[in-house]
C-alpha cells in the first residue's frame, strides 16, 4: 500500500501542523516539506524570512508556497542551501519590489519587461551601500526568482494567473560564475608569523594546563584560613582545590559562585583570572583557536570540515611500515571526503598527533555534555555554560558561527596578525603546493580534495599562481629580448632549473640583473655584460653546485682565449681583473670534494664568446 503524504511526514512536522501559525505548508498541489530531517529547521526560518519579507504583497501566497516546493527538490539537500536560496530572494527579488513599490503587483503584470526591470534593478547599485553587487551575485539572485516562477508556472492553478508575455534572455549571466572574487592569499612573512603564533599560544596554553593537572593530581590543598576574604586563596594551587571540591569539573558561572563562597569568586575575578583557573579543566573557544588555525595550515582544509572534525574520523594507519594519524575530511555539499595523514611523532609537542592527544585528554570532563557536538574534536564550554563545538553545515546546518568569527579575530589582534581566516589558510596552502610542484593541478586537487580542474581554476587559481604566471611570462620575455640584442651569446634553454636565468653569465647569480653597476649597462634592461659577474659586486655563485663551478671553469679557459682574438686593450681593461677574481678567490672557493667530481662529469656546451 502507498503512504499517505501525513504518514510520510516526520515528528517534528506532526507537531508542526498542529498550528496553523507554522510554516510547514501542506498543500495537495504544492507538497509539504518532506526532506530530510536535519533540514527542517532550516526550512522554517527560511520560509518565514520570505513570509517576513513579503508581507502584504499581493503575491505573497504565491511565492512563499512556491518557495516551500523549491526547498523540497532534491538538490536542496543541506540547511545552507536552503538559508542560501531564501537570501538571494530577499537581497534580490524582494530588495527590487519594495524600493520600487511594487507590492501590489499581481502574477500576470510580471511580463518579460517586468523581468527586465528587475534585471537592471540587480546592476543598478544597491541604495543602502551604494555598491553594485558581482555579476555572479546578480545570476544567483535573478536565478531564484526565475526558478519561483518556474514553479508556479508548472502548477495548474496559478499557471492560469500568469502572464502569457513571460520570457527570459537567453544566455544572459553566461560566464557570471567566473566572476567569482578569488580569495587573496598570505605573504611568507604573515604565513610564518600566523604558525608562530600559534605555537606561541599553544605553548602557553599547554603549559597552563598542564601545571594544573599537576596539582589537582597531587596532594590536597586548603585555603589559608589564617586570612580573610579572598586572601585565603592567594595561591593558585588552593584555589584549583576549592574549585574542584566545591564544583567538581563543571564550574559555574561567576555570579553562582559568588553565591556560594563570595571569597572564592573574588580571588578568581581579582587575583588568579577566570582563565587560569577554567584551563585546568576545560578549554573555552579562545583556547581552541589556535589548534583549529595550525592543524588548517597542516592540512588545507575547508572551514566547515575542518570546524567539525571528528574523532570518528580519525584513524591511525601503517603507510610504507610507518605508523600514521590519518584524518578524513568529509564536505557534505559536494557528496566527498579527502585525506591527509601525518607520522606519528611522539614527544613532538606540534604534531598533530600530539595535540589532539592532548585536546581529548583535555574536553574528557565535558564531551558528554556536548549534545550533537559530542565526536567533535574542537569543543569547549561557553560563557552560558554550555558546551559545544564551532557551528557547520555538517553538524547543526549553520556555517555562520559569531563565536568562532570573534575569537579568531581577537586571536590576530592579540598576536599583532592581519585578520584571516581559514579560507585564506587554505587558499595560502594550496597556493604553496602549487608553487612547490611545478604548477601541476593534480598536486592541487590532491591537497584539496577537489574533483574538478574547472574548480581549481575558479576558485583557487589565486593571485599567488597569477603573479608567479606573469613573473614567468617576464622573465621569458626579457631573457629572449637579451638573447636578440646579443646575438644569441646569452641562451638560457640548456640551463638547469635552478640556475638563475636573469644573471649575464651562465652559473652565476645576480642580486639586481635591472640595475647593473657595470659601465655601458641600462637601468631597467637586463643586464648584458656576458662573462664580467664575476667581478660585479652584485654577482655571486652557488659554492655547492657543480654546474656552477663547471661554468666558472669553462669561463676561466674562455678569457684565457679570448686574449687572442679581443682588442688587447678591451681584453686588459675588461677581462684581466675578471680572471684575476676567478682564480684568487672565487675558484679556489669550491672546496667540497662532491662537487668537483659533479664538475668533472658536467656535459655542457660551449659557453659563448666574449666581446
Request: glycine residues 8%.
Given at each position: 500500500?502507498?503512504?499517505?503524504?501525513?504518514?510520510?511526514?516526520?515528528?517534528?512536522?506532526?507537531?508542526?501542523?498542529?498550528?496553523?501559525?507554522?510554516?510547514?505548508?501542506?498543500?495537495?498541489?504544492?507538497?509539504?516539506?518532506?526532506?530530510?530531517?536535519?533540514?527542517?529547521?532550516?526550512?522554517?526560518?527560511?520560509?518565514?524570512?520570505?513570509?517576513?519579507?513579503?508581507?502584504?504583497?499581493?503575491?505573497?501566497?504565491?511565492?512563499?508556497?512556491?518557495?516551500?516546493?523549491?526547498?523540497?527538490?532534491?538538490?536542496?539537500?543541506?540547511?545552507?542551501?536552503?538559508?542560501?536560496?531564501?537570501?538571494?530572494?530577499?537581497?534580490?527579488?524582494?530588495?527590487?519590489?519594495?524600493?520600487?513599490?511594487?507590492?501590489?503587483?499581481?502574477?500576470?503584470?510580471?511580463?518579460?519587461?517586468?523581468?527586465?526591470?528587475?534585471?537592471?534593478?540587480?546592476?543598478?547599485?544597491?541604495?543602502?551601500?551604494?555598491?553594485?553587487?558581482?555579476?555572479?551575485?546578480?545570476?544567483?539572485?535573478?536565478?531564484?526568482?526565475?526558478?519561483?516562477?518556474?514553479?508556479?508556472?508548472?502548477?495548474?492553478?496559478?499557471?492560469?494567473?500568469?502572464?502569457?508575455?513571460?520570457?527570459?534572455?537567453?544566455?544572459?549571466?553566461?560566464?557570471?560564475?567566473?566572476?567569482?572574487?578569488?580569495?587573496?592569499?598570505?605573504?611568507?612573512?604573515?604565513?610564518?608569523?600566523?604558525?608562530?603564533?600559534?605555537?606561541?599560544?599553544?605553548?602557553?596554553?599547554?603549559?597552563?594546563?598542564?601545571?594544573?593537572?599537576?596539582?589537582?593530581?597531587?596532594?590536597?590543598?586548603?585555603?589559608?584560613?589564617?586570612?580573610?576574604?579572598?586572601?585565603?586563596?592567594?595561591?593558585?594551587?588552593?584555589?584549583?582545590?576549592?574549585?574542584?571540591?566545591?564544583?567538581?569539573?563543571?564550574?559555574?558561572?561567576?555570579?553562582?559562585?559568588?553565591?556560594?563562597?563570595?571569597?572564592?569568586?573574588?580571588?578568581?575575578?581579582?587575583?588568579?583570572?577566570?582563565?587560569?583557573?577554567?584551563?585546568?579543566?576545560?578549554?573555552?573557544?579562545?583556547?581552541?583557536?589556535?589548534?583549529?588555525?595550525?592543524?588548517?595550515?597542516?592540512?588545507?582544509?575547508?572551514?566547515?570540515?575542518?570546524?567539525?572534525?571528528?574523532?570518528?574520523?580519525?584513524?591511525?594507519?601503517?603507510?610504507?611500515?610507518?605508523?600514521?594519524?590519518?584524518?578524513?575530511?568529509?564536505?557534505?555539499?559536494?557528496?566527498?571526503?579527502?585525506?591527509?595523514?601525518?607520522?606519528?611523532?611522539?614527544?613532538?609537542?606540534?604534531?598533530?598527533?600530539?595535540?589532539?592527544?592532548?585536546?581529548?585528554?583535555?574536553?574528557?570532563?565535558?564531551?558528554?555534555?556536548?549534545?550533537?557536538?559530542?565526536?567533535?574534536?574542537?569543543?569547549?564550554?561557553?560563557?552560558?555554560?554550555?558546551?559545544?563545538?564551532?557551528?557547520?553545515?555538517?553538524?547543526?546546518?549553520?556555517?555562520?558561527?559569531?563565536?568562532?568569527?570573534?575569537?579568531?579575530?581577537?586571536?590576530?589582534?592579540?598576536?599583532?596578525?592581519?585578520?584571516?581566516?581559514?579560507?585564506?589558510?587554505?587558499?595560502?596552502?594550496?597556493?604553496?603546493?602549487?608553487?612547490?610542484?611545478?604548477?601541476?593541478?593534480?598536486?592541487?586537487?590532491a591537497a584539496g580534495g577537489q574533483t574538478a580542474e574547472g574548480t581549481i581554476d575558479l576558485h583557487y587559481n589565486g593571485p599567488g599562481a597569477k603573479r608567479r604566471g606573469t613573473e614567468g611570462l617576464s622573465e621569458v620575455m626579457s631573457t629572449q629580448e637579451r638573447w636578440v640584442d646579443t646575438g644569441g651569446i646569452r641562451d638560457i634553454r640548456a640551463s638547469p632549473d635552478t640556475a638563475d636565468m636573469h644573471a649575464a653569465t651562465p652559473g652565476w647569480n645576480c642580486l639586481d640583473p635591472y640595475d647593473s653597476p657595470i659601465p655601458g649597462e641600462k637601468t631597467g634592461r637586463l643586464c648584458q655584460a656576458f662573462g664580467q659577474c664575476p667581478g660585479c659586486p652584485l654577482g655571486g655563485i652557488d659554492r655547492e653546485s657543480g654546474y656552477a663551478l663547471a661554468r666558472t671553469l669553462q669561463l676561466a679557459d674562455e678569457i684565457r682565449h679570448a686574449r687572442f682574438y679581443l682588442d688587447a686593450t678591451r681584453w686588459r681593461v675588461v677581462y684581466e681583473p675578471v680572471m684575476a677574481i676567478l682564480i684568487n678567490k672565487w675558484i679556489p672557493?669550491?672546496?667540497?670534494?662532491?662537487?668537483?667530481?659533479?664538475?668533472?662529469?658536467?656535459?655542457?656546451?660551449?659557453?659563448?664568446?666574449?666581446?
Amino acid at each position: 500500500m502507498r503512504k499517505s503524504r501525513y504518514t510520510q511526514l516526520t515528528k517534528e512536522q506532526r507537531i508542526e501542523i498542529t498550528d496553523s501559525g507554522k510554516n510547514v505548508v501542506i498543500r495537495e498541489e504544492l507538497n509539504s516539506y518532506l526532506g530530510k530531517a536535519k533540514n527542517v529547521k532550516a526550512f522554517q526560518k527560511a520560509l518565514s524570512k520570505v513570509r517576513a519579507v513579503t508581507e502584504g504583497w499581493a503575491t505573497q501566497q504565491y511565492f512563499t508556497q512556491a518557495f516551500a516546493t523549491w526547498c523540497n527538490n532534491e538538490e536542496r539537500e543541506s540547511p545552507r542551501t536552503i538559508a542560501t536560496g531564501a537570501t538571494n530572494f530577499v537581497n534580490g527579488f524582494a530588495r527590487f519590489i519594495l524600493a520600487k513599490k511594487h507590492t501590489a503587483v499581481i502574477l500576470n503584470q510580471i511580463d518579460s519587461d517586468f523581468i527586465t526591470s528587475f534585471r537592471n534593478g540587480l546592476a543598478s547599485p544597491n541604495p543602502a551601500t551604494g555598491k553594485i553587487s558581482s555579476e555572479n551575485t546578480q545570476r544567483k539572485q535573478f536565478g531564484v526568482l526565475k526558478a519561483l516562477l518556474d514553479i508556479l508556472a508548472e502548477n495548474k492553478e496559478s499557471k492560469k494567473l500568469m502572464s502569457a508575455d513571460l520570457s527570459y534572455p537567453q544566455n544572459f549571466y553566461l560566464g557570471a560564475h567566473g566572476s567569482t572574487k578569488q580569495t587573496e592569499v598570505i605573504d611568507d612573512i604573515d604565513w610564518t608569523r600566523i604558525i608562530l603564533a600559534c605555537r606561541d599560544a599553544i605553548i602557553e596554553i599547554i603549559s597552563q594546563v598542564l601545571a594544573g593537572w599537576k596539582t589537582l593530581g597531587g596532594h590536597e590543598i586548603f585555603p589559608d584560613l589564617t586570612r580573610r576574604g579572598r586572601g585565603q586563596y592567594s595561591s593558585l594551587e588552593a584555589t584549583l582545590w576549592e574549585v574542584k571540591r566545591t564544583f567538581g569539573a563543571t564550574i559555574p558561572s561567576m555570579v553562582d559562585i559568588r553565591k556560594i563562597n563570595p571569597a572564592l569568586a573574588d580571588a578568581i575575578q581579582h587575583t588568579h583570572g577566570k582563565d587560569a583557573i577554567t584551563r585546568a579543566f576545560y578549554p573555552r573557544a579562545e583556547d581552541i583557536i589556535p589548534f583549529v588555525v595550525l592543524h588548517s595550515v597542516y592540512t588545507s582544509a575547508n572551514t566547515g570540515a575542518l570546524r567539525a572534525l571528528k574523532w570518528g574520523n580519525v584513524e591511525l594507519v601503517e603507510i610504507l611500515e610507518s605508523r600514521r594519524v590519518r584524518y578524513t575530511f568529509v564536505k557534505p555539499r559536494a557528496h566527498l571526503t579527502y585525506k591527509r595523514s601525518f607520522p606519528i611523532q611522539v614527544g613532538e609537542i606540534f604534531s598533530p598527533y600530539e595535540l589532539h592527544q592532548f585536546l581529548k585528554k583535555w574536553t574528557s570532563s565535558i564531551r558528554a555534555h556536548a549534545g550533537l557536538f559530542a565526536d567533535n574534536i574542537y569543543i569547549f564550554k561557553t560563557f552560558t555554560q554550555t558546551v559545544r563545538g564551532f557551528f557547520s553545515s555538517q553538524d547543526n546546518g549553520d556555517d555562520s558561527d559569531n563565536t568562532w568569527n570573534s575569537v579568531l579575530k581577537t586571536f590576530c589582534k592579540c598576536h599583532g596578525l592581519p585578520y584571516t581566516t581559514i579560507k585564506i589558510l587554505r587558499m595560502t596552502g594550496l597556493d604553496i603546493v602549487r608553487e612547490q610542484n611545478g604548477n601541476d593541478i593534480r598536486a592541487v586537487m590532491a591537497a584539496g580534495g577537489q574533483t574538478a580542474e574547472g574548480t581549481i581554476d575558479l576558485h583557487y587559481n589565486g593571485p599567488g599562481a597569477k603573479r608567479r604566471g606573469t613573473e614567468g611570462l617576464s622573465e621569458v620575455m626579457s631573457t629572449q629580448e637579451r638573447w636578440v640584442d646579443t646575438g644569441g651569446i646569452r641562451d638560457i634553454r640548456a640551463s638547469p632549473d635552478t640556475a638563475d636565468m636573469h644573471a649575464a653569465t651562465p652559473g652565476w647569480n645576480c642580486l639586481d640583473p635591472y640595475d647593473s653597476p657595470i659601465p655601458g649597462e641600462k637601468t631597467g634592461r637586463l643586464c648584458q655584460a656576458f662573462g664580467q659577474c664575476p667581478g660585479c659586486p652584485l654577482g655571486g655563485i652557488d659554492r655547492e653546485s657543480g654546474y656552477a663551478l663547471a661554468r666558472t671553469l669553462q669561463l676561466a679557459d674562455e678569457i684565457r682565449h679570448a686574449r687572442f682574438y679581443l682588442d688587447a686593450t678591451r681584453w686588459r681593461v675588461v677581462y684581466e681583473p675578471v680572471m684575476a677574481i676567478l682564480i684568487n678567490k672565487w675558484i679556489p672557493s669550491f672546496t667540497n670534494p662532491a662537487v668537483l667530481d659533479d664538475a668533472s662529469l658536467a656535459n655542457l656546451g660551449p659557453i659563448g664568446v666574449l666581446e
